[in-house]
């Protein structure tokens, strides 16, 4: 069929997006070899440091051969009429909108996982495993990809189904009801993410009475977060890398620890990092994220709603029946450089709000143990410790490690 406007547009977009991403790539990746700063000389020493290096290294070829399989799939499949074959194929099974959707985009997620399963496997089991991170078993990494796909059938399908129904029940206005939908399911996975869906892959378990346990709890006692649930997750099953996170609200509240980092961590350490954590609840950065995303998520649905309508938007991806389904790939593509920009909005924030909850456990707890744990989960993680600054612009959600010590230390 005959290309419109918008096709070559949504390709002008895909190459620049990949075209700019490999130079903040590069830029990032000939930094490699930077010299330590002054602050972080006592992290890696000259062996461990050559082997950091040559992680960064292998992880950035990896980048640089799936993102351009990935761009140049999708420029074929737009190309040589990719979405109108499945499209077509869709139709010929149902002329009902919500089964048309679901079997659309279905089949796209089916294929994309499958293409992409290679280099999942590769990354885990060739780079991971190569550098001492992984302890997933082949078993367990499938079980993972079945279990994955499973809930996002579940739950993706549920929402795409009465997303559509609103878009047929209300017509302009179904944005207002999907963003009300939307906002309640963020809110629900907010909430019960650990005890509901964490199960599903993980092991948790109530931190066993101890000297850890009391120091944690006389902290949180201190600065009057009440705290009941502590869990310590087997993140060990699947890698060496380490973390600890806050999720819920309320009566829901925990606070849940790798293995991994009870193991790298001591005790002074691991309430350091706690510190941190609680700083993001006291600094309502939770709830401010939350209701930033909210609004994003509300902005983007308007901006949807003045444009589902638009023939022009399923032919954008080269299909000739306009539809519903077709016009969400069409705008989710155009729509992407908006985005880009939310991103790095988000992402300044993000940063911003680290450095609070730096300070927070600074000024509560102590810094110096935050600056020993951040060095030793870095070493172990073999982090880049000299990260480009426009990369960091970008891509980072926290501050690189040498900024963060240095604000410590302020």
């Known amino acids: 069929m005959e290309k419109t406007l918008l096709f070559y547009v949504i390709l002008i977009i895909l ?15 000939q930094r490699f070899k930077s010299t330590l700063p002054p602050e972080l000389s006592d992290v890696f020493d000259e062996k461990e440091y050559q082997k950091s290096q040559e992680y ?6 990896f980048g640089l051969l799936s993102d351009g399989f990935s761009l140049v799939l999708t420029l074929c499949f737009l190309w040589f009429g990719g979405f109108e074959w499945i499209d077509q194929l869709t139709w010929s099974i149902s002329k009902n909108t919500i089964p048309m959707a679901l079997l659309f985009f279905g089949l796209i997620t089916f294929g994309s996982a499958v293409l992409g399963l290679p280099f999942s496997y590769y990354r885990t089991f060739v780079i991971e495993e190569k550098y001492g991170f992984n302890k997933t078993t082949k078993k367990l990494f499938f079980l993972d990809k079945i279990k994955g796909g499973i809930l996002t059938a579940i739950l993706g399908g549920g929402i795409l189904s009465l997303f559509i129904w ?5 017509g302009p206005k179904f944005w207002i009801y999907t963003w009300i ?11 019960f993410y650990s005890r509901l869906i964490v199960p599903m892959f993980n092991k948790q378990t109530p931190l066993k009475d101890g000297t850890l346990k009391n120091a944690i709890e006389g902290y949180a006692q201190k600065v009057g977060f009440e705290l009941k649930n502590i869990f ?5 099953k699947r890698s060496t890398k380490a973390n600890a996170y806050f999720s819920g609200f309320g009566k829901e509240k925990r606070i849940t620890l790798f293995d991994t980092l009870i193991h790298d961590l001591d005790e002074e350490e691991i309430v350091a990092v706690l510190a941190h954590e609680v700083g993001h609840y006291k600094r309502n ?28 938007i399923s032919l954008a991806i080269g299909v000739s029946t ?30 911003k709000f680290e450095f609070q909850a730096d300070d927070y456990a600074k000024n509560t707890f102590a810094a110096t143990p935050l600056v020993t744990s951040l060095k030793k989960l870095s070493k172990n993680s073999l982090s880049n410790l000299t990260p480009h600054p426009a990369y960091v612009f970008v891509h980072y959600s926290h501050p690189p490690l040498v900024e963060r010590i240095r604000n410590l230390k302020a």
Do not use: C
């Open 232 to 236: 310590v997750i087997d993140g060990s």
């Open 322 to 351: 306009p539809s519903f389904h077709a016009a969400l790939v069409g705008f989710a593509l155009l729509y992407s450089p908006i985005s880009e920009i939310t991103g790095l909005a988000m992402n300044y924030l993000s940063r």
């Open 181 to 191: 939908m939307v906002s309640v399911v963020i809110l629900f996975i907010n909430l």
């Open 285 to 312: 950065h939770i709830i401010f994220n939350l209701v930033l995303s909210l609004a994003v998520t509300g902005f983007t649905l308007y901006i949807l709603s003045l444009f589902i309508n638009h023939p022009e």
């Open 56 to 61: 960064k290294q292998a992880n950035y070829r």
């Open 15 to 29: 190459v620049v997006q990949y075209l700019a991403h490999q130079l903040l790539e590069y830029l990032n990746a």
């Open 166 to 170: 609103f878009y047929q029940w209300t």
